[in-house]
């Protein structure tokens, strides 16, 4: 890699982040999911969220082909689910433990996330080896406690620390 990159990329690893487990799934219902911190609101009316997915992502081609994907926030103790959805030893085995349900799209919600949001994507542009996903949000599922989210920064998962 060339200097610029290198520090670009460790710049970034400075930026902390949520964790988002990014989920799908295929026309014959098989679920699919990947990691990503590239998550972000765009606009309310209607409401709408991005995500940026590599287009080398296990997921990435069935999100294109489906249009539809779910975006779970993760809280401070999913760590194992985060480990288990960024590592390719366990795609096979990734829907295997936690509780999951469904909203409008059919896409896999996580019931232990922070939030849920169902997505129809409306828009995708391609930006070099990734591809920007814009989603209008059809659901939201929210629990009724609220816990710390699961925060990533310099190539670690980190503690939140709240405000008080």
Known sequence: MNERVDLFKLGMRRLAAGVSLITTRDDAGVRHGMIATSVTSVCLTPPSLLTC????????????????FCVNLLSEGDDTIAARFSSSKFREVRFAEGRWGELETGAPVYENALASFDC??????EASSHTIFIGEVVAVRLP??????LVYLDGAYARFAAAG
């Open 144 to 149: 009724d406690s609220m816990a710390s989210p």
């Open 53 to 68: 997915i590599n287009k080398s992502a296990s997921c990435y081609d069935v999100l294109l082909s489906s249009g539809i």
């Open 120 to 125: 129809r994507v409306t828009t995708s542009v």
